[in-house]
């Protein structure tokens, strides 16, 4: 049995299935493959596929398996491994809205480089890397080996200092938008809250248009936001008497700060 894990990344990952289902219909594959799709919706006559399975049964299916298959998450890759399986694994790439970044090429990489696993990096040389895995021997996976704790470090290093623009990104082009169109609406001597509504709606309609994965996330978070900031503004403009441009560009720089910290763990 072929046991194939996408893990809990709240993105798609098609591309995958697509090419096992070809591997499949061509008669590469004739074992039964089993897929934990987690958020990839995906239909098909030739696999079974379950969106999640509890971790005991996970663990369950790893065991059984003579093969996993999995993206390259690093908590895949690691409990494949803990199983002593043979293991492909192959990337997302943000290129196809599978990830915010590219990390996990560097992680398949650096797996591969080990010979822990064997890292599939381009899809269409699935059918090579599948014969291959038949008299693939996977090296003995110790998890105190000093490569692998740098690999770790290099991958919390990402995650923490990198990826976070480019989950973020968004919601800084919000602020900086709406500082400006707020800029230049005051010069027309516009009423403060009446100004902020139009920002904010302008906003909204700049999430709707771009057609961000994280949408109904970060609308409400605008709209939270607004609020809060039209709280703040009161206090800072009209009682402590702030000048109101340098009040808003204070208050946008705190929403991203914010908006990052409430998202980090996402």
């Known amino acids: 049995m072929i046991l194939v894990t996408l893990g809990t990344q709240d993105k798609s990952f098609v591309r995958l299935l697509e090419a096992l289902d070809k591997e499949i219909e061509k008669g590469n594959i004739k074992d039964k493959v089993l897929v934990q799709a987690g958020y990839t919706k995906y239909k098909s006559k030739n696999m079974e596929i379950f969106k999640s399975v509890s971790s005991d ?3 369950e299916l790893m065991e059984e398996a003579s093969l996993i298959i999995t993206h390259g ?5 690691l409990t494949a491994l803990k199983h002593h399986k043979k293991v492909i694994a192959t990337p997302r790439l943000s290129k196809y809205n599978e990830h915010t970044n590219d990390h996990q090429k560097q992680i398949v990489e650096e797996f591969g480089k080990m010979g822990y696993i064997l890292p599939l990096k381009d899809l269409t040389k699935l059918d090579k ?3 291959k895995s038949k008299t693939f021997k996977p090296k003995e996976f110790k998890s105190n080996n000093d490569n692998f704790k740098d690999l770790i470090t290099t991958y919390i290093e990402k995650s923490n200092h990198i990826s976070w623009f480019n989950r973020d990104k968004y919601v800084i082009l919000i602020a ?13 001597d516009i009423n403060i809250y009446l100004n902020l509504t139009i920002c904010y709606i302008l906003s909204c309609l700049f999430m709707y248009f771009i ?11 605008i709209v939270c936001f607004y609020l809060i900031e039209g709280l703040a503004l009161l206090l800072l403009v009209d009682n402590l008497n702030i000048n109101i441009i340098l009040s808003k560009l204070f208050i946008n720089i705190l929403v991203v700060i914010i908006y990052h910290f409430l998202v980090k763990k996402n």
Do not use: A, D, M
């Open 176 to 188: 900086f938008l709406n500082l400006i169109i707020f800029y230049l609406l005051n010069l027309t």
């Open 73 to 77: 998450g690093v908590g895949s890759i």
């Open 211 to 221: 057609k961000s994965k994280r949408i109904t996330n970060i609308i409400t978070s």
């Open 129 to 131: 890397i599948l014969e």
């Open 57 to 59: 049964r996970l663990e």
